[in-house]
């Protein structure tokens, strides 16, 4: 393992110039035992301007910035030089702006620029849902930073080949990858009586409320939503390597392994949308979703802690705004940030004031193995 080179800046700030090669996060090593460091959030919380209807891009970079994996990662954009990486260097600009700035508030024009540039709808002054930013803000930052693998093809006959194949196909040293990716597998009952398994890694779940609500009678809570997306589904289409013919029928999916920040992302739909309230806990356990089988017995923590909401609030119908809700370790509280306006809040806020779109879950972290860099 490699050790990260630590720098001052002007503030006597202190921050990371060079990551390791440790596959779950930055790390030091002191008295020969391993320890993660992060980040530090500073004393007091930045909020971020809203110029030209920004305020679901503002939503969304409060959500990653108290993420402490990604806040940690991009925190110096030197380490993105490269003219390929304008969506890292200017989402590392953000993440120091909001740790070392000494100003109350930032302006996110650049990144916004940046963003527009892959897809003009991010440079018009409307809204803009921020589950379509979220999606092009992760593929963009996969594309910037490279990775080829060694492993060619995707379909698989052993479970436990495939798997680690899988995980050879994803970059361990890209935030991304190390924060928010999580492998699934979709399990295939074949006539003959063969088991098929598809492997595949995503950061993000996502709930169709409209389809859901169908099944649960207008009603959801966030177990509803994973019951319905880990149901069995009894035609679906697939091909089994082993008696070499397309089928249709029974297949479920499990989760393969617990990635650091759980991603949940409701779909209300465009048009004809899910308008009801979806109802959610603090604290959720995922255990019953998941297949064990690669997750150590030490790593088997199935519990999920909440850190970061992006709501969306209707003003008019045509007429909406976005806020986040962010968790900071060190107050211990939640955080309500409205752009600009800043304030304290409780978990009970959170639930009744507007419509989550995108939820952060944090695994749970043995503290004492966090170092904090202030």
Same mark, same amino acid.
Do not use: W
């Given at each position: 393992?490699?050790?990260?080179?630590?720098?001052?800046?002007?503030?006597?700030?202190?921050?990371?110039?060079?990551?390791?090669?440790?596959?779950?996060?930055?790390?030091?090593?002191?008295?020969?035992?391993?320890?993660?460091?992060?980040?530090?959030?500073?004393?007091?919380?930045?909020?971020?301007?809203? +110029?030209?209807?920004?305020?679901?891009?503002?939503?969304?970079?409060?959500?990653?910035?108290?993420?402490?994996?990604?806040?940690?990662?991009?925190?110096?954009? #030197?380490?993105?030089?490269?003219?390929? $990486?304008?969506?890292?260097?200017?989402?590392?600009?953000?993440?120091?702006?909001?740790?070392?700035?000494?100003?109350?508030?930032?302006?996110?024009?650049?990144?916004?620029?940046?963003?527009?540039?892959?897809?003009?709808?991010?440079?018009?002054?409307?809204?803009?849902?921020?589950?379509?930013?979220?999606?092009?803000?992760?593929?963009?930052? $996969?594309?910037?930073?490279?990775?080829?693998?060694?492993?060619?093809?995707? =379909?698989?006959?052993?479970?436990? $080949?495939?798997?680690?194949?899988?995980?050879?196909?994803?970059?361990?040293?890209?935030?991304?990858?190390?924060?928010?990716?999580?492998?699934?597998?979709?399990?295939?009952?074949?006539?003959?009586?063969?088991?098929?398994?598809?492997?595949?890694? =995503?950061?993000?779940?996502?709930?169709?409320?409209?389809?859901?609500?169908?099944?649960?009678?207008?009603?959801?809570?966030?177990?509803?939503?994973?019951?319905?997306?880990?149901?069995?589904? +009894?035609?679906?289409?697939?091909?089994?390597?082993?008696?070499?013919?397309?089928?249709?029928?029974?297949?479920? =999916?499990?989760?393969?392994?617990?990635?650091?920040?759980?991603?949940?992302?409701?779909?209300?739909?465009?048009?004809?949308?899910?308008?009801?309230?979806? $109802?959610? =806990?603090?604290?959720?356990?995922?255990?019953?979703?998941?297949?064990?089988?690669?997750?150590?017995?030490?790593?088997?923590?199935?519990?999920?802690?909440?850190?970061?909401?992006?709501?969306?609030?209707?003003?008019?119908?045509?007429?909406?705004?976005?806020?986040?809700?962010?968790?900071?370790?060190?107050?211990?509280?939640?955080?309500?940030?409205?752009? #600009?306006?800043?304030?304290?809040?409780?978990?009970?806020?959170?639930?009744?004031?507007?419509?989550? #779109?995108?939820?952060?879950?944090?695994?749970?972290?043995?503290?004492?193995?966090?170092?904090?860099?202030?």
């Amino acid at each position: 393992m490699n050790i990260s080179i630590i720098k001052k800046n002007k503030n006597n700030k202190t921050f990371i110039t060079e990551d390791t090669n440790d596959d779950l996060n930055f790390s030091i090593l002191s008295k020969s035992k391993e320890q993660k460091v992060i980040i530090e959030l500073p004393e007091k919380p930045k909020g971020l301007k809203d +110029e030209s209807t920004n305020c679901y891009m503002n939503s969304l970079l409060q959500c990653f910035y108290h993420i402490k994996g990604l806040r940690t990662s991009f925190i110096d954009p #030197t380490k993105y030089s490269s003219e390929d $990486q304008k969506v890292c260097r200017s989402l590392s600009e953000i993440m120091k702006e909001l740790t070392y700035g000494e100003k109350d508030s930032y302006s996110p024009n650049k990144f916004k620029k940046v963003m527009g540039e892959i897809n003009s709808k991010f440079l018009e002054k409307r809204l803009v849902e921020v589950c379509d930013l979220y999606r092009t803000v992760i593929d963009s930052i $996969q594309d910037e930073i490279p990775y080829e693998s060694t492993e060619e093809g995707e =379909d698989y006959i052993n479970k436990k $080949q495939s798997y680690e194949e899988a995980k050879r196909d994803v970059d361990p040293n890209n935030p991304i990858s190390k924060e928010l990716n999580y492998f699934y597998e979709t399990i295939y009952k074949c006539p003959n009586g063969y088991n098929c398994y598809s492997i595949q890694n =995503d950061s993000s779940i996502m709930f169709e409320l409209l389809k859901i609500s169908n099944v649960t009678k207008g009603k959801i809570d966030l177990y509803k939503c994973f019951d319905y997306n880990f149901r069995i589904i +009894e035609n679906n289409q697939f091909f089994c390597n082993k008696c070499n013919r397309s089928h249709t029928n029974k297949s479920k =999916d499990k989760l393969l392994s617990l990635p650091k920040i759980l991603t949940i992302i409701l779909n209300r739909g465009k048009g004809k949308k899910y308008n009801g309230k979806v $109802q959610f =806990d603090e604290i959720i356990n995922i255990q019953k979703y998941v297949d064990d089988t690669f997750i150590e017995p030490d790593k088997r923590n199935f519990n999920y802690k909440l850190i970061g909401v992006s709501t969306y609030s209707e003003i008019s119908p045509k007429l909406g705004h976005y806020i986040a809700y962010c968790y900071r370790e060190n107050e211990k509280k939640y955080f309500c940030f409205n752009d #600009t306006n800043i304030n304290i809040v409780d978990f009970e806020d959170i639930v009744n004031n507007g419509e989550p #779109t995108i939820l952060f879950y944090e695994q749970n972290d043995e503290e004492n193995n966090i170092v904090l860099l202030k």
